[in-house]
């Protein structure tokens, strides 16, 4: 039973009150996936159990630390007041000398695989499990919040932004004595969504959902400040976005390829010699292709694939002759096998010459000799 008594001056009156825990869950009462069951016993962990006050966060942490001892893990707790409901053989530390650090430098020498920490408030709570889970040890922390996202907001400025994915990787979101929402976090260095130019990376933390791994959050430093950002939803279908700028490019240029990075950004590559016919005198085409469609395009040459195809090889006297019917004019490589052997054009009549006593010639002379395949590329 928690009791807290208040009285005058601190109140106005004499208060009392008590609260005694009424349910004792096992974490399949959750209805706990099997994936989330694992990633618990799967490696120690930095977990955060958030949500308002009264929710049935303590209620949680105790059922999980229950079902890992089940699974032959020591575990132990920090707790101000002790009161979680556990088993007998979990230990049930308090403040030594009303210092959690102290009890967390005893800790690191009993060596748990899981501590349970309830909770975390202050600035020192907050760092006490960071190093405590810097040090290996696994952390499961127990803290006020009103939405998920809120849990990751309290440790940044607590602990450093780069770590806080190393401290805590999965946030549970408990109200009403429910799991409502789950998140893993993930640090990685990306271009912030929102912005698109290569210059603009920067190290990220990802708030992703846990179970559809879609990123909701996005977590990074802009100038001084941390910015927690969400990330767009409800953007506009991508597809229907690529069909609306093939329409209109087709008006402009024979050959094109399109990649949509987002409703507001797209890349359009196309031949290098009609570049100058998709920007425009002054960048006018562009400029008036953009307002249309409401995005950004950038402009890049289009890289033609080569077609390849095998030759066929015949001679003369002075000549090995390469035909490349239907070619003429062209520029076209000529392969051994996979290997280059020259760059040369397509004559009039579809066929390439080569000379016998030239070194590509008597390249080719020996790949013939030994039955390797003659290749023409066209590009």
Do not use: C
Request: aromatic share 6%; net charge negative; charged share 30%.
């Amino acid at each position: 039973i928690r009791i807290a008594i208040t009285e005058k001056p601190f109140a106005d009156r004499m208060e009392i009150t008590a609260v005694r825990p009424i349910a004792k869950l096992s974490i399949e009462e959750y209805g706990v996936s099997e994936e989330l069951k694992q990633r618990f016993i799967e490696k120690q962990r930095g977990v955060l159990i958030s949500g308002p006050p009264g929710a049935g966060k303590s209620t949680f942490a105790a059922s999980v630390a229950n079902f890992l001892m089940n699974h032959g893990f020591m575990v132990k707790t920090m707790e101000s007041p002790r009161d979680l409901m556990v088993r007998d053989d979990i230990t049930q530390y308090a403040p030594l000398e009303n210092d959690m650090r102290l009890t967390a430098d005893l800790l690191l020498l009993v060596r748990p695989d899981y501590t349970i920490y309830d909770e975390l408030r202050k600035t020192s709570d907050f760092q006490v499990f960071a190093d405590m889970r810097l040090a290996g040890v696994g952390m499961i922390g127990v803290t006020h919040a009103t939405r998920a996202i809120d849990a990751v907001q309290r440790m940044i400025g607590r602990v450093e932004l780069g770590v806080i994915p190393q401290v805590v990787d999965t946030i549970i979101f408990i109200d009403a004595g429910e799991i409502k929402k789950i998140y893993e976090l993930n640090f990685t260095v990306k271009v912030p969504s929102g912005m698109y130019e290569s210059d603009l990376a920067r190290p990220v933390i990802e708030v992703s959902d846990f179970e559809t791994k879609k990123v909701e959050y996005e977590i990074y430093t802009y100038g001084e400040q941390v910015v927690v950002m969400p990330v767009e939803r409800g953007q506009r279908n991508l597809s229907d976005v690529e069909s609306r700028i093939s329409k209109l490019i087709g008006n402009y240029v024979s050959q094109y390829e399109v990649e949509v990075l987002s409703d507001r950004k797209a890349i359009i590559r196309i031949p290098e010699e009609e570049i100058p016919v998709i920007v425009g005198k002054r960048g006018r085409t562009i400029r008036k292709i953009e307002e249309a469609l409401g995005m950004s395009i950038d402009v890049y040459p289009l890289k033609i694939k080569e077609e390849i195809r095998e030759a066929e090889i015949s001679e003369t006297d002075k000549h090995w002759i390469i035909h490349a019917e239907g070619l003429e004019g062209r520029r076209v490589n000529i392969y051994i096998d996979k290997e280059l052997l020259l760059t040369a054009s397509v004559g009039s009549r579809g066929v390439v010459k080569v000379r016998k006593e030239t070194e590509a010639g008597k390249e080719l002379r020996l790949a013939l000799m030994k039955g390797e395949k003659i290749y023409i590329g066209e590009f």
